[in-house]
């Protein structure tokens, strides 16, 4: 069984750039489909981006295409979201999921994944 930790959340500026990390232990994250997404207060745990485990296509929301970048490290056993052109509505809680048996077309619901890391703090002000 997997387990993630999220890392690199906090403050930025508008227009700032933030690197989040979640780290894989338990498992090796080249085999398995990862995500981030994210929630606020108002609403519900939203997709952000995702990479599949088998084809290693990256896939995004529209609200964020252009701006952020998911990667994986197989290396460092770590996968990652470069965010870039931060705006107030980036504000949210940051989680990074991931599972090794969800199908393509499933991938960007949160009920896909099974593993979950404890989320980081993004908020973005000025």
């Known amino acids: 069984q997997v387990q993630l930790v999220e890392s690199g959340g906090g403050l930025v500026q508008p227009g700032g750039s933030l690197r989040l990390s979640c780290a894989a232990s338990g498992g090796t994250v080249s085999t398995y489909s990862m995500a981030w997404f994210r929630q606020t207060p108002e609403k519900e745990r939203e997709f952000v981006a995702s990479?599949?485990?088998?084809?290693?296509?990256?896939y995004y929301a529209d609200s964020v295409k252009g701006r952020f970048t998911i990667s994986r490290d197989n290396r460092k056993n770590t996968f990652e979201l470069q965010m870039n052109s931060l705006t107030p509505d980036d504000t949210a809680i940051y989680y990074c999921?991931?599972?090794?048996?969800?199908?393509?077309?499933?991938?960007?619901?949160?009920?896909?994944?099974?593993?979950w890391g404890q989320g980081t703090q993004v908020t973005v002000s000025s």
């Open positions: 990479t599949f485990r088998s084809y290693g296509r990256e």
């Open positions: 999921a991931a599972d090794q048996s969800l199908i393509l077309s499933s991938i960007r619901r949160a009920e896909s994944y099974d593993y």
